[in-house]
């Protein structure tokens, strides 16, 4: 009974202590090892979604958690001003899974015990009562609730059309660029159309079996006439990938948050760190 106690509880402590590793090693929330910006007096702006469940009395879902704090945090470390929007405004809700011990990120960690960003995160802003045009970086959050919100959006597709225009840098990461969808170019034209981009994949919505969503990003960008690019893995949750169109930057998932926002940043103008 004790040989069996000792047992157990070794097991327990190894993948307490063992399973963040092992899986930030096969590429979940990678360690950003990339130049760095900053940006000091300019504005960035998060928008989220505001859905907070897999359809009508749905599983509870989202924002994914480090969609949101990874680039706010690499904004307000460049000495930027971050405000943070949601679809409705008020209380964002925050995907569960992304704050369990195993999957939650470094940024994360930090947001739980950071009470200003909470309070911005319980009483976000209404995206229909701002000026995108304002803010030099406007970033588009994932997560499986923003494939309910964002892409249908007529309001948060006129305020990046408006960005866009007045030469803001743009982008988002995972379900994030379902909010490029509403937006045109200054010629009129769906402002995705012909850019190269990225977000999540079909492969891992499939994988992940979370199909009910009324939109697929991979499947409603290519639709509009993106030229979508990939990485891909074994898991495709674990894959990676940023691309960077001119002021348009977006990250494949939840692992593309970091160095999709220093290279925003860069796009802004932002100043290397390492000078």
């Keep these: 009974m004790t040989i069996a106690l000792i047992s157990l509880t070794a097991l327990a402590l190894f993948l307490w202590l063992g399973l963040p590793p092992t899986l930030r090693a096969l590429g979940l929330h990678p360690t950003y090892q990339g130049p760095t910006y900053t940006l000091p007096g300019k504005r960035a702006l998060i928008v989220t979604t505001s859905q907070a469940s897999l359809g009508e009395g749905g599983k509870a879902t989202g924002v994914f958690g480090s969609e949101l704090t990874a680039p706010y945090y690499a ?33 994360d960690k930090r947001y739980l015990k950071d009470p200003e960003l909470q309070a911005k995160v319980n009483a976000s802003l209404n995206i229909s009562q701002l000026d995108f045009s304002r803010y030099d970086i406007i970033f588009l959050a994932g997560g499986w609730g923003a494939a309910y919100d964002l892409g249908t959006s007529a309001v ?15 982008g988002g990461v995972c379900h994030g660029p379902l909010g490029l969808l509403q937006a045109t170019d200054t010629n ?61 930057v977006t990250g494949q998932n939840q692992n593309a948050g970091p160095e999709t926002a220093q290279k925003m940043l860069q796009a802004a103008g932002g100043a290397s760190a390492q000078r």
């Design 75 to 107: 904004f307000f470390d460049a000495g930027m001003q971050v405000d943070v929007a949601s679809i409705r405004g008020g209380k964002i809700p925050i995907e569960p899974d992304s704050f369990r011990w195993f999957l939650a990120a470094d940024s």
């Design 156 to 170: 948060l597709g006129e305020q990046i059309t408006q960005a866009w225009a007045a030469g803001r840098v743009i």
């Design 188 to 248: 009129g034209a769906p402002l995705v159309k012909g850019k190269r981009l990225t977000a999540v994949t079909d492969r891992q919505v499939r994988q992940l079996g979370i199909q009910q969503t009324p939109q697929h990003p991979e499947r409603e960008l290519r639709a509009a006439g993106a030229v979508f690019e990939s990485a891909s893995a074994a898991f495709e949750p674990l894959a990676n990938l940023t691309v960077v169109d001119g002021r348009l």
